[in-house]
């Protein structure tokens, strides 16, 4: 039987072919990797021809800021007479309407000047009644001759002055009617008390600050927008907001009312000094104020000081 022979594998011959494996391998990974970034590019490509036409066709109709924030024209419920406080018939958060009363003072002075005021009136009433008549008979005796034109003088100035005594009896007795009327203090619009100041026994003079009526049903918006944004916002633009107290899930919707006539750093108490040299532009903003749909705030109430995010529809 012949002898079988066996050769040694020659190493560079083994090793040429690991190479050749792995330089497929490498060119495979690479064709792939090229497709994934050809498809990553094409992707990007695409949502930025979406993104440009959404922006040209709809988003660059529209301007949007989070300084917004709810306010409203508060009364500030202030006494027009002075007095102990007698009674407090609210308390903060209460509903009140207008005309309910609110507090009450003590009004027992007033009275007594009341009374003191009819008695002065019915005593010029008696005074000018009196002077009138004996003025009236003597211009009937100055025809016939029978008085001098000096007592006729004498009883004309003594029925102007009853007159006069009259008039002036009349002022006081009305100034005490309005004081009397004024130790009832009533709330003079619809709202929410808010910040009482105001306690039982407490004396309070003319202006003090008794408490603060906020409207809730009437409130509004005022969203401060760069000034950039502005170009092309006027009155009566449809706008829409949500706020942080409801989230996303409630829209409100409303329109604008009216642009600021200055900016915020304009009004300040202490305005900005831009004529300096060390000087750095700051972009301003401008508030807007937004009138908001009456049935919404009656169904989602809104509070004062709330923030909110506004968009404005500049198309409409």
């Known amino acids: 039987m012949p002898k079988l022979s066996i050769r040694p594998v020659d190493a560079s011959m083994t090793q040429s072919f690991a190479e050749r494996e792995d330089d497929a391998v490498h060119a495979k990974m690479k064709k792939n990797r090229k497709k994934l970034l050809l498809g990553f590019a094409s992707v990007l490509a695409i949502a ?50 207008a005309g309910q009363v609110l507090v009450r003072l003590d009004d027992t002075d007033a009275k007594l000047a009341l009374a003191q005021a009819e008695a002065d009136r019915a005593k010029g009433q008696a005074d000018y009644d009196h002077a009138k008549m004996d003025y009236d008979r003597r211009k009937l005796l100055d025809k016939s001759g029978a008085i001098s034109a000096e007592e006729l003088t004498t009883a004309r100035s003594q029925f102007a002055a009853a007159e006069a005594g009259l008039v002036a009896a009349t002022a006081r007795l009305n100034v005490a009617q309005l004081v009397l009327a004024r130790m009832t203090i009533a709330a003079p619009i619809d709202g929410v008390v808010t910040n009482r100041n105001v306690e039982v026994g407490q004396r309070v003079e003319v202006g003090s600050p008794l408490m603060v009526i906020v409207p809730i049903g009437k409130v509004y918006v005022d969203a401060n927008f760069k000034e950039g944004q502005l170009t092309k916002v006027v009155v009566g633009q449809s706008v829409t907001l949500t706020s942080d107290l409801y989230g996303d899930d409630v829209t409100f919707h409303g329109h604008v009312a009216g642009l600021s006539g200055g900016t915020g750093s304009a009004f300040a108490i202490i305005p900005a000094q831009n004529a300096t040299g060390n000087w750095i532009k700051v972009v301003q903003r401008v508030p807007v104020r937004v009138s908001l749909d009456p049935a919404e705030l009656k169904a989602y109430p809104l509070r004062v000081g709330l923030s909110m995010r506004a968009k404005i529809d500049t198309r409409t």
Do not use: M
């Open 48 to 97: 930025g021809i979406v993104a440009g036409t959404r922006w040209v066709l709809v988003d660059s109709h529209y301007v949007s800021t989070d300084n917004a924030y709810v306010g409203a024209e508060s009364a500030r419920v202030t006494p027009l007479a002075g007095g102990p406080v007698a009674n407090v018939l609210v308390s903060d958060t209460q509903v009140v309407k």
